[in-house]
């Protein structure tokens, strides 16, 4: 394995430096309410949360391939690792949970290995654009919505969009509004400061202005919640212990969080670099799962993914590479050793708010705005995708997603796009009568393109297409197939058939312009004669020069249309905008002209 240490940092520039830092420690202090919140939603003392943004973080950036993924505790694996804590009757923060925990992470990291293994990475190529950003953006919307509670003085939501919805209601039958205030006048400062002063730190003004409300204003006397004061120094190393009368169903969770892991985490990596246009090793980005989350076993700590909304504030403050991640690492063992008493003076609302605004940034507005304007089949895909995490879970909403790309696929290759097609004066090549006013069809002839694998599902559009549109005037049937790069033995066969039938019609039919190994195919499939009786030719001119049809060529509703020669400049332009803008070129054209005058 190249470059196993410290990809990311590989060909460091210098100019770098200054934001790395400062996204490392805004990461750093980020990381202090996320973890502990994800902690104790686990079921784990909140220190331990901080634990798992020591050496598992680190190791990640160090073996990451990806320079902006943010790794260490995080939503989703916590909230199911806590959901079987509940089923099992395990009290939150005990010392059965202490010792489980630690072994689901470490099955959870095996899994990651296997699939690192197995280079399940692969998967992730079968996941569409519409997938991912719905897939983030239901992450997005899922995590605001469990944090949105803190901000009324309450605990973290749970579970799904009617569970956290619940949870929300209730934050407002007994809510406090000082902390309401403080977070929302959090978010709204943060994100006004993004568009006039995006290069200033603003959440780390925010939050020593939140630690100067509780020293100064004593909020906390008015019922504002503080973060948890912890217990100082570093983790210790230890072998998780296994528990035999629970293994069924701690196996059975571990495979879920490895799933959760690898695609929430995978996907994320994907969308940021597609984003930000620098590739990723998948592969490799599975063995950093793995060995993040192997550490995070023998810490005692929780299942560690990718943090999207961590990974959005480093994007925002500029970080450029895995050294931001080394210094919240090293940030992290700071504050565990010497600052554990700063941390119980921060207003949970505060921070909470900072969180909030970091996942705003998150949900694909842009996205939703073009796929709506310009695609129905890749908006439900990605409304799909959306609600599918919102409602069901993450696992769910890829699932679905997934499934509907695929549909998307195979609806597309059973209606691929085809056309009829004919001659314009004074050019060469066929044209696309729909699209282009001024071309018409060669008498006698129907020139029909179809693009796409001509296969069993959609033999018959091809069939039909053709049948439909032969008159008594139809001599020859001239078949463009330049984007047919496969064909089936079903559609071989009817081609066959189509040929015979038009055959004792006296029509002539031919199959042009298609790739060699179509016709390998064809013989492969006992067709080869058709090859043989000049049925494929390479060029549909020379189909057209078979039947004695020589340019300029009569077409059907004139006599070898001429065209003023003073006029070809103009129409020629035309030609370019019908090329471009199809059905409006001539509307489109003439406001380009009246705007140039």
């Not at 909140?46 to 020591?54: H, I, Q």
């Not at 939503?75 to 072994?103: D, H, K, R």
């Not at 015979?500 to 067709?527: A, C, M, P, W």
């Not at 090329?579 to 489109?588: R, S």
């Amino acid at each position: 394995m190249k470059n196993l240490i410290f990809p990311t940092i590989k060909n460091y520039k210098t100019e770098y430096f200054k934001n790395d830092i400062l996204a490392g420690l805004i990461i750093a202090a980020m990381t202090i309410p996320i973890s502990m919140g994800y902690a104790q939603v686990c079921g784990l003392p909140p220190v331990y949360g901080l634990y798992g943004a020591v050496l598992p973080t680190f190791l990640f950036a160090m073996l990451s391939t990806s320079p902006q993924m943010v790794f260490g505790v995080d939503a989703a694996p916590c909230a199911i690792v806590g959901g079987l804590l509940a089923s099992l009757g395990i009290a939150s923060a005990s010392e059965q949970a202490i010792s489980i925990i630690p072994l689901i992470t470490l099955l959870a990291s095996v899994w990651l290995l296997i699939m690192y293994l197995l280079k399940a990475g692969r998967l992730v190529n079968f996941v569409s654009v519409p997938v991912m950003a719905g897939f983030i953006s239901g992450i997005a919307v899922t995590i605001i919505m469990m944090q949105f509670p803190k901000l009324l003085g309450s605990p973290a939501g749970q579970g799904e969009l009617i569970e956290l919805s619940v949870c929300i209601y209730k934050a407002f039958k007994a809510p406090n509004w000082l902390s309401f205030a403080l977070g929302i006048g959090t978010v709204v400062i943060i994100t006004v400061s993004k568009k006039l002063i995006p290069k200033f730190p603003m959440p780390i003004f925010v939050m020593i202005a939140g630690g100067i409300s509780t020293s100064v204003f004593k909020v906390q006397e008015h019922g504002v919640k503080l973060l948890d004061s912890i217990q100082s120094g570093l983790p210790h190393i230890s072998i998780p212990y296994v528990d035999y009368t629970q293994l069924t169903e701690v196996i059975g969770t571990s495979i879920t969080v490895a799933i959760v892991i690898f695609a929430e985490t995978l996907l994320t990596e994907n969308n940021f670099a597609l984003k930000n246009d620098y590739k990723i090793s998948d592969s490799r980005e599975i063995f950093a799962f793995f060995s993040a989350n192997l550490a995070s076993a023998f810490t005692g700590g929780v299942p560690i993914n990718g943090s999207v909304s961590r990974t959005v504030m480093s994007e925002q403050f500029g970080g450029k590479s895995q050294l931001v991640s080394v210094l919240s690492s090293v940030s992290m063992i700071f504050v565990l050793l010497f600052c554990t008493d700063l941390i119980s003076m921060l207003p949970v609302s505060v921070l909470t708010g900072i969180v909030i605004s970091a996942l705003l940034g998150v949900i694909e507005f842009d996205m939703i705005k073009r796929l709506i304007k310009i695609s129905k089949i890749d908006s439900l895909i990605f409304f799909s995708a959306f609600f599918g995490v919102l409602i069901l879970g993450t696992i769910y909403g890829v699932m679905i997603g997934t499934l509907l790309s695929f549909v998307a696929v195979i609806v597309r290759a059973l209606n691929p796009q085809r056309t009829f097609l004919g001659v314009i004066s004074d050019r060469d090549g066929f044209f696309d009568l729909k699209r282009n006013l001024k071309a018409l069809p060669i008498k006698g002839v129907l020139m029909y393109r179809f693009s796409g694998s001509l296969f069993f599902a959609n033999i018959n559009i091809f069939q039909d297409d053709i049948e439909n549109h032969i008159t008594d005037e139809t001599e020859v049937v001239i078949v463009q197939a330049r984007g047919i790069t496969h064909i089936d033995v079903t559609a071989a066969d009817r081609l066959e058939l189509i040929y015979q039938k038009l055959k004792s019609r006296g029509i002539r039919f031919y199959f042009t312009e298609h790739l060699g190994t179509v016709n390998d195919l064809l013989r492969q499939y006992g067709h080869g004669h058709l090859i043989d009786d000049k049925v494929c030719i390479r060029q549909g001119i020379k189909a057209l020069e078979e039947c004695g049809i020589f340019p300029p060529y009569e077409t059907a509703d004139c006599q070898k249309d001429e065209v003023n020669i003073a006029e070809t400049d103009e129409v020629n332009e035309l030609h370019e905008y019908e090329w471009a803008y199809g059905a409006d070129a001539e509307k489109i054209q003439q406001a380009i002209e009246i705007a140039s005058k």
